[in-house]
T-cell receptor, first 114, second 113 residues
Framework: ETAVFQTPNYHVTQVGNEVSFNCKQT?????MYWYKQDSKKLLKIMFS???????VNETVPRRFSPQSSDKAHLNLRIKSVEPEDSAVYLC?????????????FGEGSKLTVL | TQTVSQSDAHVTVFEGDSVELRCNYS??????LSWYIQHHGHGLQFLLK??????VVQGVNGFEAEFSKSDSSFHLRKASVHWSDSAVYFC???????????FGKGTSLTVIP
C-alpha cells in the first residue's frame, strides 16, 4: 500500500525548461529524501530533509533545488534541465533519520529530456 | 568510506528453486543493513533489515537474510522462488551516525516459470 505519493509519474520536456516533482508522505515520518536512479538502475542520494532542515546535500548541480513546506512534503525543482537529467527520481521517507534502516519509497517520477 | 557491494548483476533461476543474492559491506563499525525489491516501473519496497541480535532475519514473502560479521556480508535468500519474484534487488547500508542510505548496484533476478 503506497503511502509516499509522487506527481507527476512521467514528464517529457526539452532542454532548458523548468520541471518540478512533488512528493507527499502520509506516514508521519520526519525525514524525506530524493534519489536519482539512472538508466543502469544506480541509486544516488540527492537531498535529505529532517523536519524541514536540510541534513544531506550531496554534490548535485545548482539547477536542482529541494523545497519543503512541512515535514510531509518535499518537492524537487530543476531550473533548467539538461539531457543528463533524464532519469527516474525517487522520493522516500523514514522516521528518525537514516538510523532506522528502513526507507519507504514512492513509485517514482520519470523524466525524459529531449 | 562505507561501501555496499553486490557482486552479481544478474541471477537466473527456475521457479521453485532456491536463490541467494549476495551483499557485502565494508565498514568497521556498527551498520544498519537492509534489502529492497524493485519491480519494473515501480519504486523500491522494503524487504527486511538487520542491526543487531539474531543474525538471521525474516522478511516479507518468504525472504530471509543472514548477517555475518566475519564475512562482512548480508546475503538474501529464498527457499522457493515464484515467477513474481523477478525484480531488481538492492542491498543498502547505513553506518551508525550517518545520515544516508548507501545502496549497492542491484541484482536483477529472473525467475523462469
Amino acid at each position: 500500500e503506497t503511502a509516499v505519493f509522487q506527481t507527476p509519474n512521467y514528464h517529457v520536456t526539452q532542454v532548458g525548461n523548468e520541471v518540478s516533482f512533488n512528493c507527499k508522505q502520509t506516514l508521519g515520518h520526519d525525514t524525506m529524501y530524493w534519489y536519482k536512479q539512472d538508466s543502469k538502475k544506480l541509486l544516488k542520494i540527492m537531498f535529505s530533509y529532517n523536519n524541514k532542515q536540510l541534513i544531506v546535500n550531496e554534490t548535485v548541480p545548482r539547477r536542482f533545488s529541494p523545497q519543503s513546506s512541512d515535514k510531509a512534503h518535499l518537492n524537487l525543482r530543476i531550473k533548467s534541465v539538461e539531457p543528463e537529467d533524464s532519469a527516474v527520481y525517487l522520493c522516500a521517507s523514514s522516521y528518525g533519520g537514516a538510523n532506522t534502516g528502513q526507507l519507504y519509497f514512492g513509485e517514482g517520477s520519470k523524466l525524459t529530456v529531449l | 568510506t562505507q561501501t555496499v557491494s553486490q557482486s552479481d548483476a544478474h541471477v537466473t533461476v527456475f521457479e521453485g528453486d532456491s536463490v541467494e543474492l549476495r551483499c557485502n559491506y565494508s565498514y568497521g563499525g556498527s551498520i544498519y543493513l537492509s534489502w529492497y525489491i524493485q519491480h519494473h516501473g515501480h519504486g523500491l519496497q522494503f524487504l527486511l533489515k538487520y542491526y543487531s541480535g539474531n543474525p538471521v532475519v525474516q522478511g516479507v514473502n518468504g525472504f530471509e537474510a543472514e548477517f555475518s560479521k566475519s564475512d562482512s556480508s548480508f546475503h538474501l535468500r529464498k527457499a522457493s522462488v515464484h515467477w513474481s519474484d523477478s525484480a531488481v534487488y538492492f542491498c543498502a547500508g547505513t553506518p551508525t551516525g550517518y545520515q544516508n542510505f548507501y545502496f549497492g548496484k542491484g541484482t536483477s533476478l529472473t525467475v523462469i516459470p
